[in-house]
């Protein structure tokens, strides 16, 4: 996780400062929730819900290779500018298939 949290904060996003991503789904679970939740309760989630998911999805088409936390990272700065052109956020499933997308195109490939 230290990794992960290091490659985050060397990212210029809004979700690149350490621990932003769990914080960010801390608020929105404690407002869906209409209940405070621990951060560990909210990273345990953030985990189960988004990192892992997301991974597995980005193995699956990918297959082995990258660092796991790399492609993640990759994918959130993909999420960045991706809501920067549609001028609100993307959500991260519709970044991930573009970012796949844009991986598996001809052209990413030369």
């Known amino acids: 996780?230290?990794?992960?949290?290091?490659?985050?904060?060397?990212?210029?996003?809004?979700?690149?400062?350490?621990?932003?991503?769990i914080q960010q789904l801390l608020h929105q679970l404690s407002a869906q929730l209409n209940r405070s939740l621990?951060?560990?309760?909210?990273?345990?989630?953030?985990?189960d819900q988004l990192y892992r998911p997301t991974v597995q999805r980005l193995r699956e088409a990918l297959g082995p290779g990258d660092d796991d936390s790399e492609l993640y990272c990759q994918v959130l700065e993909h999420k960045w500018y991706a809501?920067?052109?549609?001028?609100?956020?993307?959500?991260?499933?519709?970044?991930?298939?573009?970012?796949?997308?844009?991986?598996?195109?001809?052209?990413?490939?030369?």
């Open 83 to 110: 809501s920067e052109r549609a001028r609100k956020d993307v959500g991260l499933k519709a970044a991930l298939e573009e970012y796949l997308q844009t991986r598996q195109s001809p052209q990413a490939s030369g």
């Open 1 to 21: 996780m230290a990794r992960l949290q290091k490659r985050l904060a060397t990212r210029g996003t809004a979700d690149a400062q350490p621990g932003a991503p």
């Open 38 to 47: 621990s951060l560990r309760v909210a990273a345990h989630r953030w985990l």
